[in-house]
């Protein structure tokens, strides 16, 4: 049982003194410690762990759907509340000297309910010196393709939002949610932040980083029995509540804004169909 939340979770510990606190609740990762006991994930004050609702802050897993085109689903899908289980199964190996847990979650009556397809999702959590790579697997177990959308909704801690900047989108390609999914390009070396933003940046985007801070590493991949790995382009969702957005949020304190800025890669731009026996694998690297 987490002493932050409550509620069922997996922990795991690096020799160098760093650490990460994965909840059974939507395999949301709360915590990733460095060797110095910095928390590079923000979790808000206000985060709801009744094992029903969302959590606000870590890394929530967003699938089979970004937002809510398909009304009949929760907004971001049925996995970031859904409960999942520790596999017994190894995966992949660890790297030497890192330490590692895999989760898992397959349709269920409940999912069926919301949303009418077989998935089996695995995630990794792999937890090295300073560094926390989380994959997230999605295979398509029945005998029909569907169509899915899946992020990684990563809330990073910065220690002041005003005058915090982040690199990697200089002439990327971004749809403001803002303002009516318009489509821009970005041409700024740094975005930074003076109000909400709330931007999907699509196409080929490099490594994003705050500049003195945290970087992240996205990739993805799709894999077919008998064929080759092919890579998909991953977005990278850029979000900020600013002030009356923050008010607007339930759980999520007034002045919390202040401190974080979701970097969530995703593949969300559009809809991608996955054939039976394929699987799609979304990485994220962070380092601190
Ligand atoms: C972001 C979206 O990924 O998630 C925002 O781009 C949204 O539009 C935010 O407000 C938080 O979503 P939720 O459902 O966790 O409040």
Redesign the pocket.
């Known amino acids: 049982t987490s002493a932050t939340t409550g509620q069922p979770c997996v922990a795991l510990a690096h020799p160098n003194g760093g650490s990460v606190e994965v909840q059974l609740h939507g395999a949301t990762v709360t915590s990733f410690k460095t060797s110095s006991g910095n928390d590079v994930l923000f979790l808000s004050e206000k985060a709801v762990f009744n094992g029903a609702k969302?959590i606000?802050g870590g890394i929530?897993l967003?699938f089979p759907q970004?937002?809510q085109p398909d009304k009949a689903m929760p907004?971001?899908g049925v996995a970031r509340t859904a409960t999942w289980s520790l596999s017994e199964e190894e995966g992949e190996p660890a790297v030497e000297g890192h330490v590692k847990a895999n989760f898992v979650l397959g349709h269920s009556e409940e999912t069926l309910a919301k949303w009418p397809h077989s998935f089996s999702l695995r995630y990794e959590v792999d937890l090295g010196a300073d560094v926390l790579s989380v994959t997230l697997h999605v295979t398509n177990p029945g005998e029909e393709a569907f169509d899915f959308q899946a992020?990684l909704?990563t809330y990073l801690t910065v220690p002041e939002i005003e005058g915090a900047k982040v690199n990697g989108f200089q002439n990327v390609q971004y749809i403001d949610?803002l303002e009516n999914n318009e489509s821009f390009k970005d041409e700024r070396p740094q975005a930074d932040f003076t109000r909400e933003v709330?931007r999907?940046y699509a196409g080929e985007i490099g490594d994003v980083g705050v500049v003195g801070g945290t970087t992240v590493t996205n990739s993805c991949e799709k894999t077919a029995p008998g064929a080759a790995e092919v890579c998909v382009p991953v977005d990278v969702?850029l979000?900020n509540?600013w002030i009356a957005?923050a008010k607007s949020?339930g759980d999520f304190g007034d002045e919390e804004y202040h401190k974080m800025v979701?970097i969530?890669p995703g593949i969300v731009s559009k809809s991608h169909s996955i054939a039976p026996g394929e699987t799609f694998s979304l990485k994220q690297v962070i380092t601190a």
């Open positions: 969302a606000r929530p967003v970004f937002g907004s971001h992020l909704h949610q709330d999907i969702v979000w509540p957005k949020l979701c969530e």
